[in-house]
């Protein structure tokens, strides 16, 4: 793409990571913020006694891999080990709103290089696909591209039916 099209090519990627970061930011001081404050907890106070495994999680691009560590702290914290043992996984299995409001813009941004209208005036087939990766994003806990994937398939399966209608 950047050989027939050039580096400028690169610019509405380079953009859809600035928003998606600033999306993610954005969702975790507000909806986070806000039920920590429910909780009368300090949100920043989290992320200082977090601040490692945060910071491994975003390394290596999976927060699975912080799993043991965040049991642990959970537990010395006070904690009771039932609780989680069974609130942290499956977090990590079914609580993935980054996973899904990654693939709700990459699904945008790949219609919009495919040519494809997702104008305001279409607001139903919005929904439909924000609820698809919402659901989507629920087997996206496999892998680091598992998201990616369920997104280029949903876009493959939407382009055979709008080429060849049942």
Not at 13 to 40: S, W
Not at 114 to 141: E, R
Not at 148 to 166: A, E, I, K, S
């Amino acid at each position: 793409m950047v050989a027939t099209y050039g580096a400028e090519s690169l610019k509405q990627l380079g953009y859809l990571i600035i928003l998606f970061t600033a999306t993610c930011i954005v969702y975790v001081l507000v909806v986070l913020g806000a039920i920590m404050r429910a909780c009368r907890l300090s949100l920043f106070g989290l992320i200082r006694s977090l601040k490692a495994e945060l910071l491994v999680a975003l390394s290596t691009c999976s927060s699975e891999a912080v799993l043991p560590q965040l049991v642990r702290k959970l537990e010395i914290l006070g904690i009771g080990r039932p609780v989680v043992g069974i609130v942290i996984p499956s977090g990590f299995s079914f609580n993935l709103d980054g996973s899904a409001v990654y693939l709700t813009m990459a699904s945008l941004f790949l219609a919009q290089a495919m040519g494809i209208d997702l104008s305001w005036q279409q607001q139903q087939q919005q929904l439909i696909m924000v609820g698809v990766m919402m659901l989507t994003s629920k087997g996206t806990a496999g892998g680091r591209t598992a998201g990616l994937t369920g997104c280029c398939l949903r876009f493959t399966l939407d382009y055979v039916r709008r080429q060849h209608p049942f």
